[in-house]
């Protein structure tokens, strides 16, 4: 077993892509996941701890064209504070509300959130329904590389991605939604505050005529990575938003998640949350 030999903090991203290059590397942004995994034992830090927060291609959030590009070391409350979060990307800020405290959510970045990939991370679900890509930048041989891949696609199981280990997340990049576009985030924590989701959901859609059109929805925290709730979508999409497509609507959704039975409730029981949160959430859209 290694032992924790070097702590760095570069505020270059070639320099911090060299050492991962290298290796037995253990990243940490907010510190928020990766200092309370190693204390219990979770998580072992490899030779070098690396800190990644003073690298400035990873901080901001900015338009470029048509898409929000997000820093990976942006914080929860930046996404709060941002108004461009606020007004172009509502669902994100509304997920930053319900998560954790003030104090953790200063230091928890949304880089973090989606490399620790939780099932039941919260800024993954909102992102999701956004359609949101990831960056990826490297240094395989001198120069520094760059890719990109649907947030769905990179998110494999629990606390585990498509990232390779020379690899740092640099941005999560959101397209603006279109005209109409309509989003809501729900998500049930058996305590009100400091909770980890028991379920979350997600839904987008532009809204025409009293219909929801391009629907996405999105359940956290009932597989082992956020899901896309294809039957849920299809009784939506294109319907008439009444209480028949709703009902049809929380029915699909409850039958179509296969969540687990854990310490934060039963299967039974996120089952039933599921529907009724549908539910509740489409009531609300349909109501204006
Ligand atoms: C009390 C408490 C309450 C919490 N409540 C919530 C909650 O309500 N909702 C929720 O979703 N989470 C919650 N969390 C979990 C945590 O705060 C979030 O997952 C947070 O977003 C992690 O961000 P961080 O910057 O602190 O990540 P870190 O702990 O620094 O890192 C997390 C993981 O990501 C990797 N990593 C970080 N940045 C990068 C990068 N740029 N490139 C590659 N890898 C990277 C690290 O190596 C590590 O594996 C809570 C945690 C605590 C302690």
């Given at each position: 077993m290694t032992a924790l030999e070097r702590y760095v903090a570069p505020r270059a991203l070639g320099e911090a892509l060299e050492l991962l290059r290298d290796g037995d590397?253990?990243?940490?942004?907010?510190?928020?996941?990766?200092?309370?995994?190693?204390?219990s034992g979770k998580m072992k830090f490899g030779r070098t701890l690396l800190n990644v927060r003073r690298i400035p291609e990873l901080a901001g959030i900015g338009l470029e064209g048509d898409t929000v590009r997000i820093g990976a070391l942006t914080t929860i409350t930046g996404l709060l504070e941002s108004a461009l979060v606020r007004e172009r990307l509502p669902i994100l800020a509304e997920a930053a509300d319900h998560f954790a405290s003030e104090q953790v959510r200063n230091g928890a970045t949304v880089g973090g959130n989606v490399c620790n990939a939780s099932p039941a991370g919260d800024m993954l679900v909102p992102l999701i329904v956004l359609d949101a890509t990831i960056e990826l930048a490297a240094k395989p041989n001198g120069s520094v590389e760059a890719r990109a891949m649907p947030l769905q696609e990179f998110l494999t199981g629990p606390g585990r991605t498509r990232r390779a280990a020379h690899e740092l997340l640099t941005a999560v990049r959101v397209p603006?939604?279109?005209?109409?576009?309509?989003?809501?985030?729900?998500?049930?924590?058996?305590?009100?505050?400091?909770?980890?989701?028991?379920?979350?959901?997600?839904?987008?859609g532009v809204r025409r005529d009293g219909r929801l059109e391009k629907v996405r929805v999105v359940f956290g925290a009932v597989a082992p990575t956020p899901i896309r709730g294809a039957a849920t979508e299809r009784a939506?999409?294109?319907?008439?938003?009444?209480?028949?497509?709703?009902?049809?609507?929380?029915?699909?959704?409850?039958?179509?998640?296969?969540p687990i039975s854990d310490v934060r409730a039963s299967a039974w029981y996120r089952q039933e949350l599921v529907r009724n949160m549908t539910r509740r959430l489409l009531e609300d859209v349909a109501r204006g």
């Open positions: 590397v253990t990243i940490v942004a907010g510190g928020t996941d990766v200092m309370p995994q190693s204390h603006l939604p279109p005209r109409g576009f309509v989003s809501r985030f729900y998500k049930y924590g058996t305590r009100p505050a400091l909770d980890i989701a028991a379920i979350s959901i997600g839904l987008g939506l999409e294109g319907r008439p938003l009444d209480a028949a497509t709703i009902e049809a609507a929380a029915q699909a959704a409850h039958d179509e998640v296969r």
